[in-house]
Every structure is written in C-alpha cells, then in structure tokens.
C-alpha cells in the first residue's frame, strides 16, 4: 500500500507484501547413536496458528495453538540416523469468531481485533519464532513442574507437575529436589518417590526447614529462588523452575499479596511491535519494555486478548510486575461456534501449563 496520509494507513499497519496460507519447511536432519531410547521433542516457541509436521513423508501430527509452543512428540519417527523434516505452517483463520471483525471503522473492515491473530498491531505472520530445536530427553523425565509457594504459618511450596511417562517397574523412581537462593547456594533438598502405580501425575507438599530465611517476592524487592529436579541416578541435567515466594490473594475485589493490599498502576499492551509486526521472544528485548514500564512508575501490565511469550514472565520475575494475560478471543460470538469455544478452553489449558 502506497504510503499516504489515509484513513486506511493509520488504522492499521501495513505490510507492503502479505502471504495467508500455507508455508513449508524442509531440511536433513542427523540424529546421533546416543539419542537412541530417548525421547524426541521438536519445539517451536510461536507458531501463528497451525503446525503440522512429516519425517521421511510419515505424517506425524499437527499442533494448534496462538499462545503456547507448539511441541511434536518425534520418538517413534526418529532413530538414530539422517531423515527429512518436513514442517507445514498455516497462518489461515482456523477457527472462527475469536474475532468480531471491525465493521464500525471500514478502514479497518477487513482486520481480526484479537490481538494475537490481527493486522491492527502485530501482523498475520507466518513462519515460526522463538526456540525453534530438536531435544532429546531421557524416558524418564519431567514434563511440566509447578510451585506454589507460601511463607505463613511457615515456609512451603506446593509442588505439582508430571511426569513424561511413569517409570516401567511400576514402583515409582526417586527424585531429589534442590531449593537454591538467588546466589545459587543449595538451601534445601528433598527426596520424593515419583510414578508408583503407573501414575505420571506430581503432587505433595514441601515444608522448609525452620532454619532458612526465606525472603518475600514483590515489585520492590523481586527475589527470586529455584527449583531443580532430577531423578536420583542422573543429576547432571535437572529440571528447573524459578519463582518467588508469595502468596496472592482475592477478597472482596480487592488483591493482596502477603496480606498487604496491592494497587495496579498498568498499561495495556496489544502486541504493538511495528518495526518488526511480531513479538520478540527474547529476554533482553521483554527487559527493555518492563523497564520503561517501571521507570514511569507502572507495576502492571495487561495483554489484551493475547499472551507473550515466556521471556515477558521472565523479565517481570526479575523486574517486579504483574502480568495480566488473556485468551486470544475479542468476539461478540462467544459460543456461538463449538469447535472454536473448545478451541478457546484447550488454549486456557495449555496457557497454564506453559
């Protein structure tokens, strides 16, 4: 589009060439002996919107998501050896009515206003941003680990997660949990027997002992601890998750953390990126923005009808903000469409697991 002074250029962004539909990725790929037995992951961080991928032509499978990493389980396709990957990504309006379309404003007639699938801010991309890599995994692994911390009556974490799959001998395997401070320093660890009876699920309760100063996350002191995860025989390469120990609450409309009341002084964020038309997914880049957020005295930021990507977690952890993510869906039609509004529940599911 020619770029005049119109009604039409400030509406939106505008991409001087646009290709909707189907884009395809090939490339060889060497899979080393000592991945034999191991569980094969392909990840790609950000995908707008469908993933579909094929090794040596065996179609494997798809992933459909706008929010969360697209992850392909190719175990059974890759043993050692060369193959062709092959990936297939589809940036189509999928699934309906996530958007109303902007009728009110013609200049804007043609544009989806949810946020993550929209040409008002970000543009309809196509490709695949972020991490994008094969992982190899030991069979047993942790799949997802989740705390939830706590610092009254006394100082525990609710840990949650699972399991990639549960250990064959069916009696369960153990599993030793390291607490480290900000420095690094070993604070606490535990050993928890994990997968008996076949079951993949993580759940039980650490009570910390009484001797550690545990230290409380807020926006004016963001301190962050660390857990990580392995299984007894090999600790070499252990899950982590870094957190703050807090506890956030509702009463009455109003939030507390800690039992001190918090008040949000925010922004709104709508995925508005015009010199490159996608988010980054790199720290530094989330760094800059909550920076200047706080420099102007914000703790607070809302991603109208998207979610970034998980460095924008990263970076307020370390800042001290609150982030306030929602689904991709700016519609009057809620409901109105079944497959989309299962789509929508899946999307909520797989943002909390990420």
């Not at 992982?135 to 680990?145: F, K, M, T, Y």
């Not at 015009?274 to 720290?283: C, S, V, W």
Request: proline content about 7%; glycine content about 8%; hydrophobic content about 45%.
């Amino acid at each position: 589009m020619k770029p005049d002074l119109t009604l039409a250029t400030l509406a939106r962004l505008q991409t001087k060439f646009s290709y909707v539909g189907p884009a395809w990725y090939r490339r060889q790929i060497d899979v080393p002996a000592a991945w034999a037995g191991h569980r094969i992951l392909f990840e790609v961080e950000r995908v707008l919107w469908e993933s579909q991928v094929w090794v040596d032509g065996r179609y494997v499978g798809r992933c459909d998501s706008l929010i969360a990493p697209h992850v392909h389980d190719l175990s059974a396709w890759l043993p050692p050896g060369r193959h062709e990957l092959l990936v297939r990504i589809d940036n189509r309006e999928i699934h309906p009515g996530i958007s109303h379309r902007a009728t009110s404003y013609p200049a804007a007639a043609d544009a989806f206003l949810a946020h993550a699938y929209t040409n008002h801010t970000q543009t309809i991309w196509n490709g695949m941003l972020g991490a994008l890599r094969l992982v190899a995994e030991p069979s047993l692994a942790i799949e997802r680990l989740a705390d939830f911390p706590r610092r009254q009556p006394a100082a525990a974490m609710r840990i949650e997660g699972r399991l990639a799959a549960a250990p064959a001998n069916g009696r369960g395997a153990p599993f030793r949990f390291v607490l480290r401070g900000a420095d690094g320093q070993a604070l606490a660890e535990r050993v928890e027997t994990l997968g008996a009876a076949g079951t993949t699920t993580i759940a039980f309760d650490w009570v910390l002992p009484s001797g550690i100063d545990i230290r409380p996350w807020n926006e004016f002191s963001p301190l962050l601890y660390r857990i990580e995860a392995s299984p007894v025989e090999n600790t070499s390469d252990p899950f982590a998750v870094r957190f703050g120990f807090r506890q956030l609450q509702a009463d009455a409309g109003e939030l507390s953390l800690d039992g001190r009341r918090i008040f949000l002084r925010g922004t709104l964020e709508c995925a508005v990126f015009p010199l490159t038309g996608y988010p980054p997914t790199d720290l530094d880049s989330w760094r800059r923005i909550m920076q200047r957020a706080k420099e102007w005295g914000l703790n607070h930021l809302r991603f109208h009808s998207w979610c970034p990507p998980e460095a924008a977690f990263d970076a307020v952890d370390e800042l001290g903000l609150y982030l306030q993510v929602e689904l991709p869906h700016w519609s009057l039609e809620v409901g109105h469409h079944p497959a989309t509004w299962e789509f929508l529940q899946a999307e909520a599911g797989r943002m909390l697991a990420a």
